[in-house]
């Protein structure tokens, strides 16, 4: 049989994730092959991450807190999250999300993108819907370590990837998460209005389809011309 990695590179990319979630805990035999998949993946999406961050000021968007939309990981951090993945147990795509990814904060104010963080009006109703962009909002290994250190010895700890779609519109709420530890190959990433079992990977198709900020996949018809600049068709 040809590897998960062979076919995925052959393109394969939507069968061979439905495949390797369907395994659940992933047998020892196929992590080499698995990990190879992972990682390919999320060189593809740090891709996509630093395309968009690039775009993003040249369209006026301007940070909710002042850091860079997108800090590619270091090396201390690539040693961090390979540390993490021994000591907590990874989801095969989180560490390589850690490894490849880095931290992304698309959360902020931008009125060609429609993006209110500071900005009026403040959003009413709930999400998901145009009102809810939910930007694209991923932590660096050194996030996940500092919360493994204080909470990692409760059980069924349950690790904070992200604000929620109120929380990155600057209205109360909640955050997305993961179930820590899973050595599944995909984990569902809870708490994403609209997309109940949607995984780490499915959530990442979906934010590079809407240019970082797929809340705009809900009503389309109301996304703001200026998304057809960043969006694009995942390649993973």
Not at 92 to 104: N, S, T, W
Request: aromatic share 8%; proline share 11%; charged share 25%.
């Amino acid at each position: 049989m040809s590897s998960y990695f062979r076919r995925y590179l052959r393109g394969e990319r939507v069968a061979v994730w439905e495949e390797l979630r369907a395994l659940g805990p992933v047998p020892d035999a196929l992590a080499e092959d698995v990990a190879a998949v992972a990682d390919e993946t999320m060189i593809r999406v740090g891709q996509d991450v630093a395309r968009i961050a690039a775009a993003l000021p040249e369209l006026g968007w301007v940070s909710a807190d002042g850091v860079e939309p997108h800090e590619p990981p270091t090396e201390g951090a690539i040693a961090l999250a390979d540390s993490l993945a021994d000591k907590v147990g990874l989801p095969f795509a989180l560490e390589a999300c850690l490894r490849r990814v880095g931290r992304v904060w698309f959360a902020g104010d931008c009125e060609a993108l429609l993006l209110s963080y500071h900005l009026e009006p403040v959003p009413r109703g709930q999400p998901p819907g145009p009102e809810y962009p939910d930007p694209l909002c991923l932590p660096s290994a050194y996030t996940l370590a500092a919360d493994w250190d204080e909470y990692g010895g409760e059980p069924g700890f349950v690790f904070p990837m992200a604000p929620d779609e109120r929380k990155k519109a600057n209205v109360p709420g909640g955050t997305q998460d993961l179930v820590l530890p899973s050595l599944v190959a995909d984990p569902v990433l809870r708490g994403v209005a609209g997309r109940e079992g949607v995984t780490l990977v499915g959530y990442l198709r979906e934010s590079v389809r809407w240019g970082g900020f797929p809340g705009y996949s809900f009503a389309p018809e109301l996304a703001p011309a200026a998304l057809i600049t960043l969006g694009i068709e995942p390649d993973f």
